[in-house]
């Protein structure tokens, strides 16, 4: 089945900075990856998502860029602020489609500091 | 936009009693919701997939026989942890899949087996 491996495991940026997570994925086959950001406690929410007939897609402060042929997609947020600090995870999928199930990287906690 | 709700919240049960989950999808039909468990400072696990009308798909190591998940209707999927033991204590959280956008999540349940 997929997996789904996801650096770093923690990030801490300074207020402005920029923060880049990256992923890695083994099936060939996915063609759906999304990225969910979850407070403590609370659920996942989707913040951007990207398909495989795309290599970047961009919304405000956050994008997210895909390679194919290395099998690995990167979430970039710049100009970070205060209340981007969460648990940021990957997955990838054979698809958004209904049947389609999400295999999740490990997370990472991005800490944003004043 | 797409809404799930899970209820309850927060569930305490003494150890060896069984506790059922609800999820549901509010504004929308969902032919495919997932049953996700997340312990603490890790990533979602996909437990299993429920499709309505159907038998649920259980991933690799999850006991069918002791999560017990029922997709009686469009809008709302069950999961019955039977015989709960302390092991099981975790945030329990579903998806529903909505058309071609992706899953949504609910907002989890936090059991707690004493």
């Known amino acids: 089945g997929e997996n789904v491996e996801q650096h770093p495991s923690t990030l801490s940026v300074q207020e402005g900075d920029s923060a880049v997570i990256k992923c890695t994925y083994s099936d060939s086959a996915s063609n759906y990856f999304p990225w969910y950001k979850q407070e403590l406690g609370k659920r996942p929410q989707l913040i951007i998502d990207?398909?495989?007939?795309?290599g970047e897609k961009k919304d405000q402060r956050i994008a997210v860029t895909l390679n194919k042929t290395a099998k690995h997609f990167s979430l970039h947020i710049t100009e970070t602020q205060p209340e981007d600090s969460a648990v940021y995870f990957c997955?990838?999928?054979?698809?958004?489609?209904?049947?389609?199930?999400?295999?999740f990287g490990t997370g990472t906690r991005l800490q944003v500091t004043l | 936009g797409a809404v799930v709700s899970q209820h309850p919240s927060r569930v305490i049960c003494k150890s060896g009693t069984s506790v059922k989950i609800e999820c549901r999808s509010l504004?929308?039909?969902?032919?495919?919701m997932f049953w996700y468990r997340q312990f603490p400072k890790q990533s979602l696990m996909l437990m299993a997939t429920?499709?309505?009308?159907?038998?649920?798909?259980?991933e690799q190591g999850v006991e069918k026989d002791k999560f017990l998940i029922n997709h009686a209707s469009l809008t709302l999927s069950t999961l019955t942890v039977t015989s709960a033991h302390p092991e099981d204590s975790s945030f329990y959280i579903c998806?529903?899949?909505?058309?071609?956008?992706?899953?949504?999540f609910g907002p989890g349940t936090r059991l707690t087996v004493t």
């Open positions: 990207i398909r495989s007939n795309v």
């Open positions: 997955a990838a999928s054979l698809g958004p489609g209904t049947a389609s199930k999400l295999t």
């Open positions: 429920s499709n309505e009308g159907s038998k649920a798909t259980y």
């Open positions: 504004d929308f039909q969902a032919t495919t």
């Open positions: 998806s529903a899949a909505h058309g071609t956008e992706g899953q949504y």
